[in-house]
């Protein structure tokens, strides 16, 4: 049994045009100590899976069923003070995105850290600004960064705080919403450097929320490709990234500059649909060059190669991408992408 098991997570908001299908019949499996890359669009329901996961939810949820498993125990089956008590933030923690908006301006940051650990009152205030000492300098901060405010910080130095508030009890599993947006290059590399510091010292499970695939294919594991509020591909990070099997995970990778061609990128033509009324079969048909009669009806998963699965009718018709996919990621053009981030 894999540590953390994800069965048909659904997540859909009330709109005034009807059911918005943020999260549709999502599954996907982690071992401990992995790390999961979900990549995709904006709106394609990256940031919802990550809601879903960790149950902060809006006043509008529609519908909201599955199976989330951590470590064999069923966690939807759960009451909401129950998840509270015993899960969020204990079990499983979040990162949010936007460090400049999480923070609170009038607050010092020694105290949002430890505001989970003084909650119930079972914590003294002494061990608790003790724990926070503690995890400042995990997050390669001084412990004297407690007794500052927000503005005082650069724009890294937040986003390490933040990272912190959600270590604090240790959790199992950490979901990082676009962990590095807003932050510079050189920022971003040693806030990735960071994180796989942390995932090999810790040995953490980390769920990655990104736009950038580059940044998922230097800390992840395992990459899950979202498109309108499902997993089109999900799999080992190698098979993803030079095997894809799905026109759109293709799309993304040609649409991405290679370091050794001029070759120039390319683009995937159209737009995403609507979640309120999105197509009845395959959901990336209308923008698909390969589509045929048969993306009317939804695919079902085609497992390909070594936990790798796909949804698409091109597995079932033996079908073949042409022309053959370049990744921006094999050999020596991978190796110069990383170094090029790390300076």
């Not at 394609?44 to 899976?49: A, N, V």
């Not at 001084?142 to 270590?167: C, D, I, N, W, Y």
């Not at 998963?301 to 796909?310: E, L």
Request: some cysteine.
């Amino acid at each position: 049994m894999a540590f953390l098991e994800v069965q048909d997570l659904t997540l859909y908001y009330d709109t005034h045009r009807g059911p918005l299908r943020a999260v549709d019949r999502v599954s996907f499996s982690l071992e401990k100590g992995e790390a999961l890359g979900i990549v995709g669009e904006s709106g394609c329901g990256k940031s919802s899976i990550a809601l879903a996961l960790i149950r902060v939810l809006p006043k509008n949820v529609h519908t909201y069923t599955g199976s989330v498993r951590l470590d064999g125990r069923e966690l939807l089956s759960l009451s909401d003070e129950e998840f509270r008590r015993q899960i969020r933030w204990r079990k499983i923690s979040m990162a949010f995105q936007g460090a400049m908006n999480v923070l609170n301006p009038v607050l010092k940051v020694g105290y949002q850290i430890a505001e989970p650990l003084l909650e119930d009152g079972q914590i003294p205030k002494e061990k608790a600004f003790s724990r926070v000492k503690e995890i400042l300098k995990l997050v390669g901060l001084p412990p004297e960064t407690a007794e500052r405010f927000p503005h005082e910080l650069s724009g890294g130095m937040k986003q390490r705080v933040v990272l912190a508030t959600a270590l604090v009890f240790n959790p199992h599993l950490v979901i990082l919403d676009e962990p590095t947006s807003a932050l510079d290059v050189s920022v971003q590399a040693q806030i990735m450097n960071l994180l796989k510091r942390l995932k090999s010292e810790l040995g953490l499970t980390f769920v990655f929320i990104t736009h950038d695939i580059a940044l998922a294919s230097d800390l992840c594991d395992r990459l899950g490709i979202a498109y309108a509020g499902q997993l089109a591909e999900e799999g080992p990070v190698e098979e993803i990234l030079q095997r894809p099997t799905h026109p759109y995970t293709q799309g993304l990778l040609e649409s991405m500059p290679l370091l050794r061609s001029d070759k120039p990128p390319s683009f995937i033509p159209g737009a995403p649909p609507g979640l309120t009324d999105p197509p009845k079969g395959c959901r990336f048909a209308p923008r698909c060059p390969y589509a045929f009669a048969r993306c009317e009806q939804p695919p079902p998963p085609f497992v390909t190669t070594n936990r790798s699965r796909a949804f698409c009718w091109l597995l079932a018709e033996q079908r073949t991408l042409t022309p053959p996919v370049p990744s921006p990621y094999t050999g020596r053009a991978r190796e110069g992408s990383r170094k090029s981030r790390a300076g």
